[in-house]
């Protein structure tokens, strides 16, 4: 047991795994009906060509380099944010240079700097330092949420709109729209997509437990059933609404984060704060459930437990994300992905590394949208499918290909 163990801290940095409470029936751990085919058939004791070949292959990118590619990653990661958030803090309609940028923040931060005339003032901290902070956050919680799916189904293609978040936030939009209703007076209509989001999860969560367990096909199938039965009544309050009100719909289903105030920061900020924060909580358990479900008990984790927990976490940051910004394509899936390729399996890695490159994304998308077509504006959900997919495809055909070929 001691050599598997290793092994497993060996490839997932895990730490020491003998505090886990690890069952120490021999004959139970011997039955081959316990371990998944990712089991070494050589056997823990032995060093024959099988274990040899485990010990030896490479990471995803190949190599010893991933121990340090990781944490370089994300070094590179958050200063680009930080230079992103600079850049598009100056550019816009009323440009204003990097320089004056850092002295108004400087100002404001009782650092030195100088404070700008008024109209610079007002641009830097009512418009764009908003809209730069929602789009972090929302980047970072649907990039974050991707990473938490692929990690809770071991499969890089999951993605937060699985367990239909995405889909019942659109409802709650649509029918915010179409009734005109004002209950929460401008919250309307994040509130009502943020309550439908949560209750889609927790739906389909409902429907596929089944003897005090949930199996992942039937949780992804009920998650496509539900989604399909949201699309549908879209599709039903959409040919019964005007057309200034299939407008709002169109954009909002595109995702945009204009409009962005501190009011609504400070709305999505605790939810993502608290769904970030715990994320990384969980990265050592998701590593040993990368084993299998068998394998991930044997080592003493609650997999039911864990997969609720972190389904309530993924609807928690896309609820959240969604309720501001409408539907963002692409970032949950392709971002995660993309950061497992250079970082490797590790959670502790691929978790921080997908909130920084989400919001990196974000950023750079949101800078784009609202520059290209000036002064018209895109819809940044557009933009990102639209570079989103060509990208992915590209990633995942090149994993493939380091893999050996199309399966």
């Known amino acids: 047991m001691t050599t598997r163990l290793d092994k497993i ?15 120490d029936d021999r004959e139970d751990r011997d039955d081959p009906d316990d371990w998944d085919d990712r089991d070494d058939p050589q056997g823990p004791g032995d060093d024959g060509p099988s274990a040899a070949s485990h010990d030896a292959s490479p990471g995803p990118l190949g190599g010893e380099g991933v121990g340090l590619r990781g944490p370089l990653l994300l070094l590179l990661l958050g200063a680009g944010v930080v230079a992103m958030a600079v850049v598009a803090a100056g550019i816009g309609a009323y440009a204003i240079p990097v320089g004056d940028v850092f ?12 404070r700008l005339d008024r109209t610079a003032e007002a641009v830097l901290w009512e ?23 692929q990690g809770v189904f071991g499969n890089p293609l999951a993605e937060p709109g699985v367990v239909g978040v995405s889909a019942g936030a659109t409802v709650g939009a649509v029918l915010v729209i179409f009734t005109g209703a004002t209950t929460l007076g401008s919250w309307t209509q994040p509130a009502f997509a943020f309550v439908f989001g949560l209750g889609t999860t927790v739906l389909v969560y409902v429907f596929s437990r089944s003897g005090g367990r949930t199996e992942v096909v039937t949780l992804i199938l009920t998650g496509v059933a539900l989604t399909a039965v949201t699309f549908a009544a879209i599709g039903v309050l959409t040919s019964y609404s005007t057309n200034d009100q299939i407008q709002d719909i169109a954009f909002w289903q595109l995702g945009s984060v204009n409009g962005a105030t501190w009011e609504k920061v400070s709305a999505i900020a605790p939810c993502a704060a608290v769904g970030l924060i715990a994320a990384p909580m969980y990265a050592r358990r998701l590593d040993l459930l990368s084993l299998g479900e068998k394998p991930a008990r044997h080592l003493g984790v609650d997999v039911e437990r864990l997969r609720i927990a972190v389904i309530l976490l993924v609807a928690l940051l896309t609820s959240a994300a969604v309720a501001f910004s409408g539907v963002i394509g692409f970032v ?53 499918s639209l570079v989103g997919g060509p990208v992915f495809f590209v990633l995942l055909r090149r994993a493939r290909l380091r893999a050996g070929g199309w399966a």
């Open 332 to 384: 949950g899936l392709v971002v995660p992905h993309a950061v497992r390729m250079v970082t490797g399996p590790s959670h502790k890695l691929v978790l921080p590394g997908s909130m920084l490159g989400g919001a990196l994304v974000l950023l750079v998308g949101d800078l784009a949208s609202r520059t290209l077509v000036e002064p018209r504006e895109l819809p940044i959900g557009a933009l990102t």
């Open 127 to 149: 418009v764009r330092f908003p809209r730069i902070v929602l789009t972090v956050l929302i980047g970072a919680s649907l990039a974050c949420a991707g990473a938490l799916m």
């Open 9 to 23: 801290e060996d490839e997932f940095d895990c730490g020491d795994l003998g505090d886990l409470d690890v069952p």
């Open 103 to 114: 002295d108004s923040v400087l100002h404001r931060c009782g650092l030195g700097g100088h």
